[in-house]
Structure formats: C-alpha cells, structure tokens
C-alpha cells in the first residue's frame, strides 16, 4: 500500500497529486479536465493539464484512486486500508504498555489510555467503524452512558456518524443516565436523528464515568477519572440549554488532560448479554 504522508496535511497541499487528492476528497468522480479546472479555481494556480494527468495518474498506479471510463475517484479499498493502518497506530501509540505494544489480557482484550476526551471521541468512533464494517456483525448498536457529552461537542460528526449507520439498516439504542434539562435536549436530538434514545434514572451501582456500548460483537467501555467525571457532571447541571455552553467551556472540558481508560472486548457472549439489557430497557415502556 502506498502512503502519503502528506495526506494528514492537506488542508496546505503543495503538490499536484495532493491538491488532485484534496479536489477528488469532496467532489467525485471527476474527468481530467474538471479536475484540472478544480485545483486552478481553489488554489488559484494554472497548472497545464499534463501535470494534472501526470498527477492522477500516478494516484491510480499507487491504488489511491480508480479510474471509471473517464472519470476518476478514491478507491474504497485504499481508504480500508489506511483506515487499518490508522487503528494500527492508535493501538501502538494509546495502548498502556510501554514502547508501544498494546495490551492484551486472555487475547481477546485491547486496554488504551487516552488524554482526552476528544481522543476518546476520536478512537472510540474509529474502532465502530471497524467493528461494522464486518458484514457478519449483528446489525444493532447500543450504548449507556450518564452524560452524552459528545452529542455537544462534536454534534455534525456524530449526527453522520449515526445517520450513516440507520441508513445501513443498523438499529441503535441509547440509554442516558442524566438528570439535567441538557441530558433531556441530546435525548432528544438522538430521537429526532432515528435513535431509539431513554432518559432513565441512574442505577445505583452504576460507576460514575462509566461508557458502555456495543457494536457487532465488539464491546467498548471507557472509564474516565474522578476529576473529569466531577467536571463533565458540573459542566451539565451548570448548562440548562445548549445555547449556555459556550465553545471556551466545551473546549476547556474535551481536551483537560487526564488518564482515560478504553476498553475493546471480543466476546460475543458478553456482548449479546450487554445489548439484549439494554435493548429491553429502551423498549420498555
């Protein structure tokens, strides 16, 4: 597989494959000329249409992009791959063990330890994604948590990211242990998306900070501090509507440093127990 490592960067591409990568990222797919016109509106250059045929060329010969009749756009299985290549990185560089290595307990468990809950966000999505992309994964996704703190703070992402799940016919249950008049709204905002979303009371032996969801036969949980769970719990009793959130406080409260525990377990068992339970309790009127 060829790698650019100048992909992560394309908001500055500086060179014509790059910029080709960046035009064929958003509109696709396109003819040589269209593309041509594209990178000499947006980057306000003029390069001659060899250098972008040169350019897109090379992309199809390296596997990054295919070609339809006349027209090119980025090849699915490239971006599978850089999407493995990437939870390749995530695993050696957020696992707790030293120089790197992931942690595996009984071989079917990976433990990371995140800085923030922004790079929880981040990970935790990916590893979704990875998780249903397995044609044999159960079809349903759910998730329990006490606040739904990512329903604000990244509100597009995770608005796509469920969209594009119900739109493959995946059924999601979430349940939400908040007692605020926010917890309410992101409810609410996951029931207008397609969501099966419930506000219920927090068990008592629920541990505070504690993220469980399953997705496939893949179960995540995420444990966060005692410090950043205090601070997430003031950070909703202090804002009644989302309108109070400023972006200062929702930024201060997503990237405050910390030891975040992630959890990834492959058991199907265990995975089935925890989704029927939640499942029931949604359903349940």
Not at 24 to 43: C, D, G, R, V, W
Not at 70 to 79: A, G, R
Not at 108 to 123: K, R
Not at 173 to 197: E, F, S
Request: proline share 4%; charged share 20%.
């Amino acid at each position: 597989m060829t790698l650019s490592l100048t992909i992560p960067l394309l908001e500055k591409p500086s060179s014509v494959k790059d910029m080709a990568f960046s035009i064929l990222m958003h509109e696709f797919p396109l003819s040589l000329m269209k593309t041509l016109h594209a990178i000499n509106k947006q980057y306000n250059r003029s390069f001659s249409f060899q250098a972008v045929r040169k350019a897109v060329l090379q992309l199809v010969e390296e596997g990054v992009l295919v070609k339809e009749g006349k027209e090119f756009s980025v090849n699915k299985e490239w971006i599978i791959k850089v999407i493995k290549f990437g939870n390749i990185l995530q695993k050696q560089y957020f696992t707790t063990a030293h120089k790197g290595s992931k942690v595996q307990v009984g071989g079917n468990t990976t433990i990371y330890t995140l800085p923030t809950l922004l790079d929880l966000d981040y990970v935790w999505n990916g590893i979704i994604r990875q998780a249903l992309s397995d044609p044999k994964a159960e079809r349903i996704v759910t998730f329990k948590a006490v606040h739904f703190w990512f329903m604000i703070a990244t509100l597009a992402q995770e608005t796509e990211l469920m969209k594009e799940m119900i739109k493959r016919g995946i059924k999601v249950y979430y349940i939400c242990y908040g007692n605020t008049p926010l917890d309410q709204w992101t409810v609410d905002m996951y029931n207008q998306i397609g969501v099966h979303a419930k506000l219920m009371p927090k068990p008592k032996n629920f541990t505070p900070g504690l993220n469980i969801g399953t997705y496939g036969n893949v179960l995540i949980q995420s444990q966060y501090p005692p410090e950043l769970t205090k601070r997430v719990d003031s950070f909703f009793q202090r804002c009644k509507h989302p309108q109070d959130a400023s972006l200062t406080a929702i930024t201060d409260l997503v990237t405050e440093k910390g030891e975040i525990t992630l959890q990834v377990l492959h058991d199907q068992l265990v995975t089935e127990t925890i989704r029927k339970d939640i499942m029931q309790q949604v359903l349940t009127k």
